[in-house]
Structures are given as C-alpha cells and as structure tokens.
T-cell receptor
Framework: NAGVTQTPKFQVLKTGQSMTLQCAQDMNHEYMSWYRQDPGMGLRLIHYSVGAGITDQGEVPNGYNVSRSTTEDFPLRLLSAAPSQTSVYFC???????????FGDGTRLSIL | LAKTTQPISMDSYEGQEVNITCSHNNIATNDYITWYQQFPSQGPRFIIQGYKTKVTNEVASLFIPADRKSSTLSLPRVSLSDTAVYYCLVGERNQGGKLIFGQGTELSVKP
C-alpha cells in the first residue's frame, strides 16, 4: 500500500513550457484534490474531484487543468508555466471530503 | 463555506501542554473537524478528527463545545519535535468537496 504517489518530486521549467504532474493513489479513494503551497504560506486548493469523471475548481484554478478518467489517477496539467506558479504541489486523496485527507510527498516546481 | 480562524503563531516550552483553538462559526450540521500537522518540506499529516465533545488518541485530544463553533487541539507535554504548523479543517460535505485550509498555527517549542 503506497498511499498517494506523486511524480516527479522535483522539476525545473522554463516560462511557457507545459507539463503534467502525476498523482496516483492505491486506496480506492473517491475524493482527490490538488493544493499548492508557496514558501512560508498555507495551502491553496487548485482543483478537486469527488469521483471518476467529475472535477471542479478550487480557489486558484487559473493556469491548471485536471482530469479524472480513473479512480486511481488525478494528473494536474500546467498549460503554460509562469514564474508565479513556482510552488510545492500536493496531491491529496480521501474516502470523502469529511474523512482524513492523505497527502502525497509533494512536487517541488520551479519556473524560471 | 465554513471558514476557519486560528492564531498565526504560538510559542511553548518542552513539557508544557499546548492548546490551539480554531474558530469555525458557520460549520454545517454534517461537518467534521479535522486537525493536521505539517513539518517543513513535508505534506500535512492527519492528527485527529471529531464531531462533538471530546476525542482522544495517542497523539492529542480534541475538544469541541456543544455549539461546535470552535474546537481546541490539545497537545500534552510537547517536545521539540512537535514544532510544526497545525491546520484546522472543517469538512465541506454540503459544498461538494471544496476543502479550504486556513492559515494554520505555527507552533514553536523551545527547550
């Protein structure tokens, strides 16, 4: 049981590049979400999903896309990277929003 | 949305009991209250969850008054390793899953 697995752990991009942050969970959780955490700051919700085929926007969705084709996977796509998107990104899963949330180890993304 | 409010920071000394209070005035009937701990360079991890009254586990206790408009995380006899940021989160069952974390409380434990 690996829990929530995020790849890559570190990534450096140039402004304008696109990339996908991968997230997979093996706990059969219906609920998944993505947060970003800027240095010294709190967690901000980007997108979330209550089940396969269903996604919705969080607090800061602009510049990001998500899809949920399977229960296990919830990739986050940066469409055209900007320096303001430099952050640590956490993928999270849970049985439902009221249950304990399981966080991945994070992806540290730097955009030059 | 059930917005949460916590103190930005707290200081304590080793061996003391620490109580961190979170305010959530518009909590919904079905919402649970969950606390998380985050160390630097790590993702938050679950500490404790409750709905009403008192919950205790091997790490902490959670006190929730009858009106549920606040909750208090109690850490007994803290050590240096309890230095972390603590987040209070209220489940958004009625909002379709939009979980918004507050700013968190940065706890600093000194020797």
């Amino acid at each position: 049981n690996a829990g929530v697995t995020q790849t890559p752990k570190f990534q450096v991009l140039k402004t304008g590049q696109s990339m996908t942050l991968q997230c997979a969970q093996d706990m059969n959780h219906e609920y998944m979400s993505w947060y970003r955490q800027d240095p010294g700051m709190g967690l901000r919700l980007i997108h979330y999903s209550v089940g396969a085929g269903i996604t919705d926007q969080g607090e800061v969705p602009n510049g990001y896309n998500v899809s949920r084709s399977t229960t296990e996977d919830f990739p986050l796509r940066l469409l055209s990277a900007a320096p303001s998107q430099t952050s640590v990104y956490f993928c999270v899963s849970a049985r439902d929003p009221n249950q304990p949330q399981h966080f991945g180890d994070g992806t540290r993304l730097s955009i030059l | 949305l059930a917005k949460t409010t916590q103190p930005i920071s707290m200081d304590s000394y080793e061996g003391q009991e620490v109580n961190i209070t979170c305010s959530h005035n518009n909590i919904a009937t079905n919402d649970y209250i969950t606390w998380y701990q985050q160390f630097p360079s790590q993702g938050p991890r679950f500490i404790i969850q409750g709905y009403k009254t008192k919950v205790t586990n091997e790490v902490a206790s959670l006190f929730i008054p009858a009106d549920r408009k606040s909750s208090t995380l109690s850490l007994p006899r803290v050590s240096l390793s309890d230095t972390a940021v603590y987040y209070c989160l209220v489940g958004e069952r009625n909002q379709g899953g939009k979980l918004i974390f507050g700013q968190g409380t940065e706890l600093s434990v000194k020797p």
